[in-house]
């Protein structure tokens, strides 16, 4: 059972800023979601042969928490076999129905040498339900791999969140990891990519908007393990009444990841004066001749961007919604094209209006 | 007909007061340059009038056609006919000039039934890529296409009265001539009234002004016609800068 595993505390650096000295695992009872798969024929692995891919992403356990998913986790693996490309985007959408509950679903993609994928997954619940997701996702991306996924956070308000994201990327290989965090009471997520292979590039990108009580908090990781490796991250986000955000990144970059450029930026704005933020780059480099960069901020919205606007003719929560949209912009550029993104803007446009 | 009329405005800004008791009466189609050296003050009256945060007004009247001006927020100095043209516009990251000149349409109960055509129009007039309307507002501009841009949301917001800052610093003769003749038109076209504020007179070429005045030390110590800026021109601002204390 659950509850008599030794928990982390916020003294571990890892934690720190974390909302884990108030969870209890023994309010909750191992449990399913209700999920569902489109376009997933052709690629989506069943039985024992799903179970098998557990692990093709992530070889170590991070955590307790990844530990637990690993133990009994609800799979769904998608394999995509060499040269091809997966034209359909796979949609999956998860549902927390009721309280109580604790789940762990865990979503491996392998990516044969030279394939192409687009997954998205969805977590949801309604705001009344009081359970917790401890969702892992592994992607392997073989030789030349191109894969691409998303992750959206509707969670109800009284959901917890608990995450992974492991990526591997061999030679050549692309992979993209997107999240877009909008739900959930406390919701982590930590996403960390490996670079194995020469040339072997990621970009990560989030967009996240906490309000009322809520707390996002995510930890990255860039790791550089072979030469002329390139990565990309991009985290902005938006934290409003008394809700918090916390981001913590490291890039690495090992002996090996020579010529390798990495860059890492996050940016927050704090929309209500009782909102916080914590961001916390850092680098850690054991190789000279690569181009490595990061850049945090934290902070409301430019008075003189306000002024411009409202200066216009351009009423304060309109001006506020362009510069906040304007904001998400090149986070909004990035992300992949799909039929969730208008939801997507309805939500935070709701956010902003003070529904919530 | 409309009127902008300042009484005795009195502005501070981080407790040292700046303007000492402007005094000034602008009507349709008139336009009013004030001229004077660095430090007299010129941006303070100008970000007064719009309501910039900071600027603190502790004495005087603002007043747009009877409307107290100063008892409004920012955003309803600009429906209510004032437009700012700023010195140094801001980058606004992300937002499309497209978007902004629609909010502002918006909020003034007026909609245009084919924007994209009176923009387009409107930049051509000035000479503005029109291109640069669909990317974030300022954003990586060059000082001439940040005053075009400047002007094109003049031209398309139709204001009663503009207030000028420094319109002419950063630009080129081109862009100069271009912004200066389209402010002219619409004094001509549309009565609007300008205020016109700058350091040099070579703005007035193609706007011309019906007064001009001279600011210094926070007041205006003179006010007459053209004529005075061609004074200025030719003896500089050593006369004023001694006197007004």
Redesign the interface.
Known sequence: MTTALALPSTEEEIWRYSRINELDLSKFASGKLTTTVEGGEGVQLTGATATALVGAGMHVQPDVFAQLNTDTPDVIALQIGKNKVHSQTVVITHSVDKSGVVAYPRLVIYAAENSEIVVVERFTSADNVHSLVVPVVEVHAAQSARVTYLAINELGKNTWQIGHQVAVGERDSNVRLFTVALGGDYARMRAEVRLVGQGASAQQTALYFADGTQMHDFRTLQSHEAPRTHSDLLFKGAVKDTSKSVYTGLIKITENGTKTEAFQTNRTLTLSRGAWAESVPNLEIETNDVKCSHASTVGPI????R??????????E??ER??V??????VIDRLPQSEFLAGIRDKVIAKLGGTK | MSTLEIRDLQVSVGGTQILNGITLTINSGEVHAVMGPNGAGKSTLSAAIMGKPGYEVVGGSVKLDGQDVLAMPTWQRAVAGLHLVMQYPTEVPGVKLSEVLSEALVARHATLPNLNKTINEEAARISFDSELVNRAVNVDFSGGEKKRNETLQLAVLKPKIAILDELDSGLDIDALRDCAKRVEDATNETGMGALVITHYSRLFEELKPDFVHILAKGRIVKSGGPELADELERDGYAAYATTAQ
Not at chain 1, 307 to 316: D, N, Q
Not at chain 1, 325 to 330: I, M, T
């Open positions: 430019d008075d003189d961007q002024f411009y606007l409202e200066s216009r003719g351009v009423p304060p309109i001006a362009l510069v949209f304007g904001f998400f912009d090149e």
